[in-house]
């Protein structure tokens, strides 16, 4: 019952640094996604992936790579990490794209860039 | 783009009933209207979800107008639980992602 996991939570990353956030849901979803939230603003999708093997951009890739591994999984790379991707990283998936399907959200990775 | 528009804020007091109404002039013919709950360091979760007219479950109600340009979300009786920013959210017609606005910050006081 574990729903969407993201691993780490916690990350401070020196700038030039790289590092992979993974994503995995275990309710047979089709489509997952990752968004950035800043303090006090809302989500920002980075990438999503309708379904395996397709990922596509959203409003702020530069800077991020993704892969979707398998149907469960879903990574994000960030090649050389800045300061301006300090933010709360959330992963989330749904049965299908659309809006009429509900979004189920992973519990974040609060990434720090120093 | 359905792009909507928000209250940035409201404040209300235990037990009384928030009504926090969402415009979205350009909704598409396919669009459904969702909106989530987000608590400080947890991830948005689902609340309720309608096409047109009254949508009850458990935790909310959702009222959308014949013309669907604006949707209004309805908690009965807040608690102090309740404080958390509450996002309303249309698609992008057959887009496969949801797009999210800033939100609007509910502070439930004793």
């Known amino acids: 019952n574990a729903g969407v996991t993201q691993t780490p939570k916690f990350q401070v990353l020196k700038t030039g640094q790289s590092m992979t956030l993974q994503c995995a849901q275990d309710?047979?979803?089709?489509?997952m996604y990752w968004y950035r939230q800043d303090p006090g603003m809302g989500l920002r999708l980075i990438y999503y992936s309708a379904s395996e093997g397709t990922t596509d951009k959203g409003e702020v890739p530069n800077g991020y790579n993704v892969s979707r591994l398998n149907k469960r999984e879903f990574s994000l790379r960030l090649e050389s990490a800045a300061p301006s991707q300090t933010s709360v990283y959330f992963c989330a998936s749904s049965e299908a794209g659309g809006t009429n399907y509900g979004y189920t959200f992973g519990s974040g990775t609060r990434l720090t860039v120093v | 783009l359905a792009k909507t528009t928000q209250p940035i804020s409201m404040d209300s007091y235990e037990g009384q009933e928030v009504n926090i109404t969402c415009s979205h002039n350009n909704i598409a013919t396919n669009d459904y209207i969702t909106w989530y709950q987000q608590f400080p360091s947890q991830g948005p979760r689902f609340i309720i979800q309608g096409y047109k007219t009254k949508v009850t479950n458990e935790v909310a109600s959702l009222f959308i107008p014949a013309d669907r340009k604006s949707s209004t979300l309805s908690l009965p009786r807040v608690s102090l639980s309740d404080t958390a920013v509450y996002y309303c959210?249309?698609?992008?017609?057959?887009?496969?992602?949801?797009?999210f606005g800033a939100g609007t910050r509910l502070a439930v006081h004793p």
């Open positions: 309710m047979n979803h089709n489509s």
């Open positions: 959210l249309v698609g992008a017609g057959g887009y496969n992602k949801l797009i």
